[in-house]
């Protein structure tokens, strides 16, 4: 139980953080969705990591690496480090600046404001807030199945899901945005520190990799792992295109409107790639020493490889550590369920009335109502889908690519002076098609996925490599979906905005102005 | 202007530089135990960060500066 008690250590700290974010807080709205834009660069820089990490980060990377190999840290994370900074410099900064100067608090606001629109703006919330929902339910799962596999079953999945429900919602409630960001900050110090003392502990334990390593070099089954041999090119191409998603999750976006000041975007951006650096390097490295220190295991059981590791190699208080740092990425949900409550109360309470009507307390109250509600109903779900997990992280995947490839949309609102809601409105319509067409075949296909290190299988064979079957994903001539939905996004924003009436001079003007936000 | 074209090519260098599909199928170990694809993309982390360095030295918009300092800050920093 030493593990459990660690962990119970932990959450108590994150509820404490909670608890005293609420006693600096205002009562007003701003403050509460967005701790009235004040995140000094330090707690901005961390928090906006850790809200962006998951607990893929640690055990689903090594548990990818461990069939795959080394190439999965330059097909996911080295991306990442290039990507998400870039993204964070050309939009996040831009949805801060105009967050700063028009009150805009969600992206969706920014949107209804710079195109003029009502509806679209509604369905791009919608589609944005259901692709949330399935993060959701995975981090409440994640909590029950961490505390019953670290106590030795002494905590059942119930409970442990409803513990961990529970203190998110109760942080979130009373914190908000600060709360959420002190929690995150916590959170991310805790998971950065973990990687590098397990791969310490366990390197000394194992009398250093060099022996792992030859060992692994010499094994022509393992030997691969140290390549990138069992990562097809136009796979690894296609995942470059992923980490666009990122600016479009909803609770990174809202977050990047939390910072006091510009600069707080200068350290974010170049400490960015060294954090992923610091979480992804020990997860990958273990997973492939893993290969040789745990043989056999398959697809589902690799994710659990670092415990593993951790418990034959160290002291049993690291393996609590660890869970501890497992629960800081999967309460990563603490963001998620924010941002829906934000979103909720900013693009549909307040803009259809809401607000106005009943004022600025009430609107900060459902947002509280709406945290508590939406992590009662996930719980509840966690409970009743229990053994259907699989389909929430699938759904997970498919949301990270509708995300990226709604990223153009983004860009042209941003930096396309003609860009149109139709336009928009064409992008977001072609993403959602395309999502379900690929959703469609992956299911379609689901009997003829080929087993790790098995080549593609054609799906149709009369259309020939057009759809070819990987052993977790379906392609278009070998390269990702993602790839073809965002230059489809990026056409058709194009194209029906070139077709279209372009919003009013006075709209244009208020977003370009002679001096242009421009680099 | 030129530099304007500068950062892009380092921006689309950084794009290419990511592929290293010369690093395929090297298995080999530097300093003996870390794997030289690896290692590699460890050492472009790093560059990422140098990149980004570089954008916000020579690309940053004066513009949100001017933001920052035209708006009323609240009065704590959390």
Redesign the interface.
């Known amino acids: 139980m030493i593990p459990a008690y660690i962990v119970f250590g932990y959450l108590a700290v994150v509820l404490y953080l909670g608890i005293f974010a609420f006693r ?1 807080s205002k009562n007003s709205g701003e403050d509460y969705f967005l ?6 660069q330090y ?1 901005f820089v961390f928090a906006l990591f850790g809200t962006n990490m998951t607990a893929f980060s640690i055990l689903g990377a090594s548990g990818l690496a461990y069939h795959r190999g ?2 999965v ?2 097909m996911l ?3 990442s ?2 990507v998400i ?2 993204t964070i ?1 050309f939009i996040g ?1 831009r949805l ?2 105009y967050g ?2 028009f009150g805009h608090v969600t992206q969706v606001q920014f949107l209804r404001d710079r195109w003029e629109c009502s509806h679209i703006g509604t369905l791009i919330f919608a589609l944005t807030a259901v692709m949330l929902v399935p993060y959701i339910i995975i981090g409440v799962m994640g909590g029950g199945q961490t505390l019953q596999a670290i106590s030795d079953g002494r905590i059942p999945y119930w409970a442990g899901g409803g513990l961990v429900a529970l203190v998110v919602m109760s942080y979130v409630f009373f914190g908000g945005m ?1 709360g959420t ?2 929690a995150n900050t916590f959170q991310t110090l805790m998971f950065l520190c973990f990687g590098a003392i397990a791969i310490t502990l366990i390197g000394k334990s194992l009398g ?3 022996q ?2 030859e060992r692994l ?1 010499a094994n022509e089954t393992t ?2 792992l ?4 069992r990562i097809p ?1 136009r796979e ?2 296609s995942y ?1 295109f992923i980490p666009l998603s990122s600016i479009m999750f909803p609770h990174v976006a809202i977050m990047c409107m939390t910072a ?4 707080a ?2 350290k974010t ?6 954090c ?2 610091l979480l992804w ?1 020990p997860s ?2 273990l997973g ?1 020493v893993a290969a040789d220190s745990i043989p056999g295991l398959k697809p589902g059981e690799s994710d659990g490889v670092i415990l593993r590791l951790l418990t034959a190699n160290t002291e049993v208080w690291l393996a609590g550590t660890l869970g501890a740092a497992i629960m800081a990425c999967v309460m990563a949900s603490d963001s998620q369920i924010l941002a829906l409550g934000t979103m909720f109360t900013e693009d549909v309470f307040a803009y259809y009335g809401g607000k106005k009507r009943f004022g600025e307390k009430a609107q900060v109250w459902t947002g509280r109502a709406f945290v508590v509600g939406v992590t009662v109903v996930a719980f509840f779900i966690a409970l009743e889908l229990k053994d259907k997990a699989g389909i929430f992280e699938l759904a997970i995947r498919f949301a990270f690519t509708g995300y990226a490839a709604l990223a153009p949309v983004m860009v042209a609102a941003l930096y396309w002076k003609r860009s149109t809601k139709w336009g928009a409105l064409a992008a977001v319509i072609w993403v959602i098609v395309t999502m379900a067409g690929s959703w469609y075949l992956h299911n379609y296909s689901a009997d003829l996925a080929p087993k790790p290190g098995q080549p593609p299988v054609q799906i149709f064979p009369a259309l020939g490599d057009l759809f070819l079957r990987t052993g977790g994903s379906v392609t278009i001539y070998g390269y990702l979906p993602v790839l073809f939905m965002c230059l489809g996004s990026t056409v058709l924003m194009i194209l029906v905005s070139l077709l279209t009436p372009p919003p009013s001079t006075a709209t244009i003007k208020k977003y370009f102005p002679d ?5 | 202007m030129s530099k ?1 074209i500068f950062l892009t090519a380092l ?1 689309l260098a ?2 290419f530089l ?4 010369w ?5 080999d ?1 530097l300093f ?4 030289v ?2 290692a ?3 050492a ?3 560059a ?2 140098g ?3 570089v ?2 030295k020579f ?3 004066a ?3 001017r ?2 300092s035209d ?1 009323k ?2 009065s ?3």
């Open positions: 600096r701790a009235s834009r004040s995140l000094g707690v080394i190439g840290f330059g994370a080295s991306a480090a290039f900074p870039l410099f900064t801060w600046a700063k100067q600060r960001a002190w250093g990799f060099d792992v390593m070099s030997a691969p140290l390549t990138r041999q090119t690894f191409f470059a006091k000041k510009a600069s975007f200068k951006v170049i400490f960015y790639p060294i992923i650096l390097l990958v490295f492939v001096k242009p936000i421009a680099v | 304007k921006v950084g794009f990511h592929q290293d599909f690093n395929w199928d090297n298995g170990l003996g135990f870390l794997p694809g690896l590699y993309h460890a472009y982390s790093i990422a960060a990149l980004m360095a954008l916000v690309a940053w918009p513009e949100l500066d933001i920052e708006s800050g609240p704590s920093e959390s």
